[in-house]
């Protein structure tokens, strides 16, 4: 069973920035692809962005791009999302995610993990 632990999510202004990361209690390889979906309230769960194993291959939200960056450590088994411009539309549980299998960037994603999921508020 793969866990990750996400850490990160907080209270901030528009504008401004917060960085989530999330641990994978496996190696690196065994998930080559992992990335962040968000929830807002009332709304149904979208994926926000991917990253593949080595970091040949990112996906990203049309809602995001230019403002997100997803990163990958392979050493750690960790990904990052740092998170510029923020807004309060922005403001939504984050999950971090996990797959086993390949991923086609753009494509309709299932993940076989996820985490606990970590809140971002952006306040107006």
């Known amino acids: 069973q793969v866990q990750l632990v996400e850490s990160g999510g907080g209270l901030v202004q528009a504008g401004g920035s917060l960085r989530l990361s999330c641990a994978a209690s496996?190696?690196?390889?065994?998930?080559?692809?992992m990335g962040w979906f968000r929830q807002a309230p009332g709304k149904e769960r979208e994926l926000v962005t991917t990253?593949?194993?080595?970091?040949?291959?990112?996906y990203y939200a049309d809602s995001v791009k230019g403002r997100f960056t997803i990163s990958r450590d392979d050493a750690k088994s960790t990904i990052y999302l740092q998170m510029n411009s923020l807004k309060p539309e922005d403001t939504a549980v984050y999950y971090c995610?996990?797959?086993?299998?390949?991923?086609?960037?753009?494509?309709?994603?299932?993940?076989?993990?996820w985490g606990q999921g970590t809140q971002v508020t952006v306040s107006s």
């Open positions: 496996v190696r690196s390889f065994s998930v080559p692809v």
């Open positions: 990253i593949s194993w080595m970091r040949i291959t990112t």
């Open positions: 995610a996990a797959g086993l299998g390949p991923y086609t960037p753009g494509s309709t994603w299932q993940p076989n993990y």
